[in-house]
């Protein structure tokens, strides 16, 4: 059995139909999906999200709250830290199998661990010189198309792709602009142009995507740091879009008598993750984005499932009876390859 894990960045789940992600819809017919999305671990970021998808836990185990990883007393960029506890590919090599990854956002090779795996791209996370990229300076989806081919990354018994541009253009254009579900469009083509080079009846392919995004105006950002000293509250704030993280400071219950504030949850005994009233980001400047993830408001992941193996109906009608979360995947895509992760808390779909 041969399994391909495709993640479309950013891709949400309302925008899956016939007429915008066609061979997304084929693919779906072959096995089965859950048409209300599955559910992103908090924040609803990319990091994250990645990283809950290789671990198979919760950001709090893994250690990316949000897409900057605490570590110490200081937040260092994640794609330098990597997650805590063993990944899908320290599994797969105790099992004997084998993996590739070709991502479209260079950062993840560090946020999954993915120099673990027999392949990775791009190599050690560094886009090759002259490679094309999108707006934000990701690789281009094209450039990942091709960096499937020439890899063979898809001879793996497990391989990792991610698709980025979804991802750019909500933030850019906002989620549900004209843009966006064009360039939605374009990677459902991509992502058609990978199934074509599979045996399709010894495959199965998931889809899914890490996070929705929302329409903000991030002209005016909500700057919680300062809004805590002006109340006279202790804690360092790590912004990330519609949600930020509080480390060492008040209890939940004092934040969210801060009327600026949409709700929070407390991650562990030192961190609250809090979120802004719809539109409102976190931060002392904007950026001029259109839109944002973070916030439980976008928290919603595609989730699609087909392929020719007949473990693939199996699993499709899993996810269709049963909304997935992002932690089942990888103890779910574990055991389809043949090997195990007892320390996932996910559960094991099929």
Not at 98 to 127: C, F, N, Q, Y
Not at 132 to 144: C, I, K, L
Not at 319 to 327: C, F, N, Q, V
């Amino acid at each position: 059995m041969k399994v391909v894990f495709c993640i479309i960045d950013s891709l949400p789940a309302r925008w899956v139909s016939a007429e915008v992600t066609p061979r997304l819809c084929e693919l779906a017919s072959s096995g089965g999906w859950h048409r209300a999305g599955a559910t992103a671990v908090l924040s609803s970021a990319t990091y994250p999200n990645h990283a809950s998808f290789v671990t198979g836990t919760e950001p709090v185990a893994h250690g990316m709250i949000t897409n900057r990883a605490w570590t110490g007393t200081e937040f260092v960029k994640a794609h330098k830290v990597g997650p805590r506890g063993p990944t899908l590919f320290d599994a797969c090599r105790s099992a004997g199998v084998s993996t590739g990854v070709v991502v479209g956002d260079h950062k993840l090779i560090g946020v999954m661990a993915a120099r673990e795996a027999d392949l990775h791209w791009p190599p050690d996370g560094h886009l090759p010189d002259g490679a094309q990229r999108d707006e934000f300076r990701y690789a281009a989806d094209d450039t990942v198309t091709r960096a499937v081919t020439d890899t063979g990354v898809l001879d793996a018994s497990l391989a990792v792709i991610h698709f980025n541009e979804p991802d750019t253009a909500c933030h850019l254009y906002g989620p549900d602009s004209a843009e966006a579900v064009e360039r939605f469009g374009r990677t459902d083509e991509h992502l058609g142009q990978l199934i074509d080079q599979l045996r399709w009846d010894d495959t199965i392919v998931v889809v899914v995507s890490d996070h929705d995004q929302e329409t903000v105006d991030d002209t005016t950002p909500l700057d919680l740091a300062a809004l805590l000293a002006h109340h006279g509250l202790p804690g360092l704030v790590e912004p990330d879009g519609t949600a930020a993280a509080v480390v060492a400071g008040p209890a939940l219950a004092t934040l969210l008598e801060l009327e600026e504030l949409g709700g929070g949850v407390e991650i562990s005994d030192t961190i609250s993750l809090v979120w802004s009233d719809p539109g409102t980001v976190f931060g002392e400047t904007g950026f001029g984005l259109k839109g944002q993830h973070g916030s439980p408001r976008t928290a919603l992941q595609v989730a699609v499932v087909g392929g020719g193996h007949p473990a693939a109906a199996d699993l499709g009608g899993a996810i269709t009876d049963r909304r997935p979360h992002a932690t089942d995947w990888a103890p779910t895509l574990a055991r389809l390859v043949g090997a195990t992760m007892p320390e996932a808390t996910g559960r094991v779909l099929v």
